[in-house]
């Protein structure tokens, strides 16, 4: 639109533009004004919408002016951004208006969004780990298929061991207060994911078909949230076992890993095989995340973050959500609040920096292929195909069910560290790291327990 943008910076958060902008773009600016009042005001003698121009000028002058400044301005943002390099937060200021030819010249006082300089990219190394498996894992993983297709025979009165399917009736009480039953509740002993505590203390008692056994558990804040107010409160569990079952485990054979999976060769080479390939996968998997989370927590450190004062004092308003005002607290409040919103703001803005290079380096890609190719081989076709649905259904604005999106979001956080690692070799910011087993990548990074379905 030939307009002309000088700016000057006062600080690193705010700058001053002067603006000169042409009569192309004044006259765009006035046009807009002037179908708006036409369109929304009044005037006796004339149709609606048909007011001509001189008259809403006459008329209507100062909301005419102020308009049509308001306007001006407007088309003239994209241009300071441009100059500036910084997208404008606000425009604290518009002074010394002045008509500069056929155009019209203004100085705009602005405040930018925060902004990063990452200024150590390069002291940022991602480490390529090992995955260390034992074959005591391949035999425990071989274990578990077998399990999966166990037939079960009734024990009788025999007391019940790890692996048998115990079939019970609980109720559950909280505080000495009645809280909940179950009927018919069916697990492995010692196998199926509950709660940890429970088991424990069952296998600590005789299971037998007819025994009535207690397990308390003691949940504090944390497991119960606000219901409990901070306190420990102690539930009891009482189970009547009604049957125990012993599991009759199939042969490993041919047999057994052709209902397993039908795409593998039928040996139990080729099972071990693809279990070792999945545990690879899957370490691979889980030491990125620690890795990345470490790379990117050492490019935090070497990045320095510019934010204005408004910004954090209008984050600080939002965060009190009108109760009061920055005027109403002390100076250790205002100080911590600063810093977890530089914080907070800060990881935002190195993450997105981090996609905008990742974007750039794959400039041309084909992302929703790359992503299905990843996902398949990761977790095979027929789930790489319902998730490449699901990330379709997003980009088309779906909503998704919870476990959904956490799936989606988990699968899609893994690819991006792939990519991220591809992009550090690209600059020979990858090393050779160390053997890792999978149980140790779970200590580093523990996974929830699962508690009684109550």
């Not at 425009?91 to 990063?116: A, H, M, R, S, W």
């Not at 109720?171 to 709660?195: C, H, Q, R, Y």
């Not at 911590?336 to 803005?349: A, G, M, P, R």
């Amino acid at each position: 639109m030939d307009n002309t943008v000088e700016i000057t910076w006062k600080d690193d958060t705010s700058f001053t533009a002067h603006v000169t902008a042409s009569d192309t773009t004044k006259k765009e600016a006035d046009k807009a004004t002037l179908d708006k009042i036409r369109k929304n005001k009044k005037v006796p003698g004339f149709r609606a919408g048909k007011i001509p121009d001189h008259i809403i000028i006459s008329k209507f002058k100062e909301e005419f002016e102020s308009d049509s400044l308001y306007n001006l301005i407007e088309l003239c943002v994209d241009d300071v951004e441009k100059n500036s390099g910084k997208r404008i937060y606000r425009i604290k200021k518009v002074e010394n208006t002045v008509k500069k030819g056929d155009g019209i010249g203004f100085d705009l006082q602005c405040i930018v969004f925060p902004y990063i300089k990452i200024e150590k990219l390069k002291d940022a190394i991602i480490k390529e780990n090992i995955p260390l498996i034992e074959d005591s894992e391949i035999d425990e993983k071989i274990l578990s298929v077998r399990r999966a297709f166990a037939v079960f025979e009734d024990k009788n009165d025999e007391v019940a061991v790890i692996g048998d399917k115990i079939n019970t009736d609980y109720e559950v009480w909280m505080n000495g207060n009645p809280s909940g039953t179950e009927k018919d509740f069916a697990f492995i002993l010692g196998i199926d994911p509950i709660d940890k505590d429970i088991q424990k203390s069952m296998l600590e008692q005789k299971i037998y078909k007819g025994a009535e056994i207690k397990s308390t558990k003691i949940f504090n804040s944390e497991d119960s949230g606000d219901v409990m107010q901070g306190n420990d409160i102690p539930m009891d569990f009482i189970f009547s076992i009604k049957k125990v079952e012993k599991a009759i485990l199939p042969p490993l054979d041919a047999e057994l890993v052709k209902r397993y999976n039908p795409e593998l060769t039928p040996s139990v080479e080729a099972l071990k095989e693809f279990f070792r390939k999945e545990m690879e996968k899957e370490i691979r998997r889980k030491s990125l995340v620690n890795e990345v989370n470490s790379t990117m927590a050492k490019i935090e450190q070497n990045t320095r973050i510019f934010i204005a004062d408004e910004y954090i004092e209008d984050k600080i308003n939002q965060l009190l959500q009108g109760e009061k005002d920055t005027s109403n607290l002390d100076e250790e409040q205002k100080k911590k609040l600063k810093e977890s919103i530089e914080s907070n703001e800060k990881s935002s803005l190195v993450m997105n920096e981090m996609y905008r290079m990742l974007h750039e380096f794959n400039k041309g890609e084909d992302f929703v292929a790359s992503f299905y190719e990843y996902t398949k081989d990761q977790y095979g076709k027929e789930d790489a195909d319902y998730l490449i649905q699901l990330y379709r259904g997003v980009a088309s604005g779906e909503k998704l069910s919870d476990y959904d999106r956490n799936a989606l979001g988990h699968i899609s956080a893994y690819f991006h560290n792939e990519r991220l690692l591809k992009y550090f070799d690209s600059m020979e910011q990858v090393k050779k790291g160390k053997k890792i087993s999978l149980a140790d990548l779970e200590k580093m990074n523990p996974a929830p327990e699962n508690d009684l379905n109550i």
